[in-house]
Structures are given as structure tokens and as C-alpha cells.
């Protein structure tokens, strides 16, 4: 990254410290930001003939000139009104509202967006800029907005590995700030510079939900700045539960939300009459929804928590369902540490619709794997001997790379996917220290109450 880029960086995270010593979060200083940056950028593009969707009132123009009250006045009544306009604008400003309560402060934030020509930046290096933003933001252990950001060296192998193609349509029904979305269209782009390819990757191919719209409003500028949805947000602000698909995709990549549905949605068992198996695991229904999201010939790459693998009732009821009209051909087991939750223990799940599972091939990136965000972050380099078994044409079993024979696994008690057979060595060799331990203490006992014994009379002699 240049220097001026950096410098660019370096500005936003020291206004971030100085609105959280005034009790600005995180996050709602990155939301801030993002209105205000989407205003200047359109102002910018309109200096350079393009015209604006923005209402006259609302523009960078009319907010730039004002200072104190006058500026809170006029910002919130143009977040007011851009939040009911259509297309790209609607969404970005979806439920929009001030979260800088002190003038002097939004006047920074504006002063520090006026300042730079963002137009003028490369699509990539604006996309950069605002993907390190969130990350940070994901690291906000009080915001916990962690929640919506899977580390993007994952999302790369996943991506790597399901190879969407440029005339694909690829869904993330669960979409955060749309890192996979991006991920894939990084990669399909590359495919080829033909015109309309281009264009239908830019308007159609990419499809996400969420149902937060801070969220929503984030990964549409995140898609925004990339080149992609510049008419319309590929992002919809929705519960994608709540409904059968109307629309059915060639690729599907998702970390759906780990834990329970949040209260006031509804139950998904009284809405999706179309769902294999009732439950109130919002994983379990994520996964159903996903399956019948694809097409036929369509494939999946899934984060999900280990409890998907194993639990019985409705998870047994899905995984029989996956293995008997699914292809589930590949699990990768991942390590703790990876996520900005803690202690999370998740796989992805590969697989593709059309035709019953075989095979199933078990990548095993957790046993004696350890990652922490601190320390050892994990890198796409991580990940390059599983891509590689992943990959190969003739697949051949490797120590952390073992084949299980679909028939087997329908055996198992629940149709148990939680496949083990590397041991933690850590674990083996504290319970052989304690068996050593207590064989010792065994060993020893009669000569340590004979020494006592003998060291009583003596000491007794002794005060004689």
C-alpha cells in the first residue's frame, strides 16, 4: 500500500480513539463513516459527470458548508430521508440514524472524509481499506462484531477450492459484511475480461441476506466500493429462514450464526413446511435451507459448529438426508482460535446436490493444530496442504486426510459425522502423567510412612 494510503488508514483508527474516549463505539463510528463516505464519493463522481440518485438537500454540498448544530440538524434530517429512497441508496441508509452526538466530532469525521478523493482510488485499494476497517472492527470484543467476520484466510480456501465460475450465481444467505461474496467475486472475475461476463458478475451473479441492517448497510459498502451493486445492493435485509427459495443457486458459500434464533422471529418450524426436519437449532435450519437453496448439479461450502455433526433427533434426520440425496464429499475439521469468538470448535462442510454420497473425505486441521489471533493467526498458508488433498485429481489417504465410505457412516449411532482418529497428544500425555503420578505414590507409600514414623521417634527423642 503507498504511503498516502497508509497515512489514510492511519487517520481513521486515531479519529476512532478519539471518539471512543468521548463514548462513540466502534461500530457505530465505522457506520458513521460509511454515510458520510458514500455521500462525498457520490458528490465526487457527479464532479466528473455522473450523474447523482441523491436528493439536492441531502448531498455532500449541502452538509460540508455547515458547522455546529446546524450540521447535526441537516446530517440527520438527510440520513432521515436517504434511508427511504430506492435501490443502492435505500440500503445503505436502511434505518439510518446519528450515533455522534457532539457536533465538534461529526465535524471531524467529515473534515476527514473531505479531505481525501476517494473516487480517485483504485477499486482494489478502496476495497482494502474498508476490509481492514471491519476486520478491526470484528476484533471489538464490546461490539461483538466479531460475529459477522470469518477470517478471511478460510474464505479464501473455501472459495479456492469451490471454484465459482464467472457465469455462476453464488448466494450468502447469512451474509455479514459480505466477505464471501467478495471472495468469490475476486475470484470469478479473473475468469475472463469478456464485457457482458463482467457486468452480470457486477449486477446479477452475487446474491446475500442478513437480518441485521447495521450489517446490511456495511457489506453493501463493502460490495459497493469493490465495483460491485452500483445501482442496486446484491444485499437484502432479510430472514432468509423465513421463506421457501424463490430463487435456486449454482453456489452457496455461509458461516450461518452460530447459537440460538433470535427471540421475536418467529418459529422457523411454523413458517418452512419444506424443511426435512423441525428444530429450534438455528444451525440445523440454516443447513436445511442451504440444501434446498441449490440447484441441482449446484455445491455448497458451509461453516458449521460441531454439534451439526453428532446431535440426534432433527441433526440425525438432516445428516441421513444429506448423505442420501446430497453428495457430502468433504469435511474439513477446524482448529480453535481462528474466530474472534473464543473457543469455537466448527467444520465446513462440502457437498453438492444431485446424486447420493459415496465417499467422504475427512481433513483433519484440528488435532494438535494451535491458532490464536495474537500469536499465530492462520494465514491462507494454513490451508494449502488440505486445498491440495482437496484438489488432486486421484484423492489418496495422508495422515490428516483419511476416505470414510458413505454405507459405514449411515451405521454409525446418529449418523455420528464427528470423525476422529488422529489423538491429542497433549491429552494422552497428561492422563499418562497421572497414572504414572498415582502408580508412584502407590509405589512409594510404605517407605514414606516408614520415614515419617521414623522421623516422629526421632524428633521425639530429640525434645527428650
Not at 400 to 406: E, G, I, M, T, Y
Amino acid at each position: 500500500m503507498e504511503h498516502n494510503e497508509q497515512s489514510l488508514v492511519q487517520k481513521v483508527w486515531q479519529l476512532a480513539d478519539v471518539l471512543a474516549a468521548a463514548g462513540v463505539a466502534f461500530t457505530d463510528y465505522i457506520v458513521q463513516l460509511t454515510y458520510v463516505l458514500f455521500l462525498k464519493m457520490d458528490s465526487e463522481a457527479e464532479a466528473l459527470g455522473i450523474e447523482s440518485n441523491i436528493p439536492k438537500d441531502c448531498r455532500w454540498a449541502n452538509l460540508v458548508d455547515k458547522d455546529g448544530f446546524d450540521l447535526l440538524e441537516r446530517y440527520e434530517k438527510s440520513l432521515k430521508k436517504l434511508a427511504e429512497q430506492p435501490g443502492l441508496i435505500g440500503t445503505i441508509f436502511s434505518k439510518a440514524q446519528n450515533k455522534i452526538s457532539q457536533p465538534a466530532h461529526l465535524a471531524k469525521v467529515v473534515a476527514m472524509v473531505d479531505a481525501q478523493d476517494w473516487f480517485s482510488l483504485k477499486v482494489d485499494t478502496k476495497g482494502a481499506i474498508y476490509e481492514g476497517i471491519l476486520e478491526k472492527n470484528g476484533q471489538d470484543k464490546k461490539s461483538g462484531a466479531g460475529q459477522y467476520f470469518t477470517p478471511r484466510a478460510l474464505i479464501k480456501a473455501m472459495v479456492d477450492v469451490t471454484d465459482p465460475k464467472i457465469t455462476e450465481t453464488v448466494c450468502d444467505p447469512a451474509c455479514g459484511t459480505g466477505g464471501f461474496l467478495l471472495a468469490a467475486f475476486d475470484h470469478m472475475k479473473r475468469e475472463s475480461q469478456d464485457r457482458k461476463k463482467q457486468m452480470f458478475l457486477k449486477t446479477e451473479a452475487l446474491t446475500g441476506y442478513d437480518i441485521t441492517p447495521l450489517v446490511v448497510t456495511l457489506a453493501s459498502m463493502n460490495l459497493y466500493l469493490h465495483g460491485v451493486g452500483i445501482d442496486s445492493s446484491p444485499v437484502k435485509c432479510e430472514d432468509s429462514l423465513e421463506k421457501e427459495p424463490t430463487r435456486l443457486y449454482d453456489v452457496i458459500l455461509a458461516n450461518p450464526p452460530f447459537g440460538t434464533r433470535p427471540a421475536g422471529l418467529g418459529e422457523i418450524s411454523s413458517m418452512r413446511q419444506d424443511f426435512f426436519a423441525k428444530t429450534s437449532n438455528n444451525q440445523l435450519n440454516f443447513l436445511q435451507h442451504i440444501m434446498l437453496l441449490m440447484k441441482v448439479g449446484g455445491r455448497a461450502a458451509v461453516v458449521l459448529p460441531d454439534n451439526v455433526l453428532f446431535e440426534g433427533g432433527a441433526g440425525e434426520i438432516v445428516r441421513k438426508k444429506l448423505l442420501a440425496d446430497y453428495n457430502l464429499h468433504t469435511i474439513l475439521r477446524l482448529p480453535t482460535g481462528i474466530f474472534y469468538a473464543q473457543g469455537v470448535r466448527a467444520n465446513v462442510l462440502f457437498f453438492s446436490r444431485g446424486g447420493k454420497t459415496d465417499e467422504t473425505w475427512v481433513y483433519d486441521y484440528r488435532t494438535l493444530v494451535k491458532h490464536t489471533l495474537a500469536n499465530n493467526k492462520l494465514e491462507r498458508r494454513h490451508l494449502d496442504d488440505f486445498v491440495k488433498c482437496y484438489t488432486q485429481k486421484k484423492r489418496t489417504e495422508t495422515e490428516r486426510w483419511h476416505r470414510f465410505v458413505a454405507s459405514d457412516l449411515l451405521k454409525r449411532d446418529k449418523t455420528n459425522l464427528d470423525l476422529k482418529w488422529l489423538k491429542e497428544q497433549s491429552d494422552d500425555d497428561a492422563d499418562v502423567s497421572l497414572k504414572e503420578l498415582l502408580a508412584d505414590m502407590e509405589k512409594y507409600r510404605d517407605a514414606i510412612d516408614k520415614a515419617v514414623t521414623q522421623l516422629a521417634a526421632l524428633a521425639k527423642g530429640i525434645e527428650e
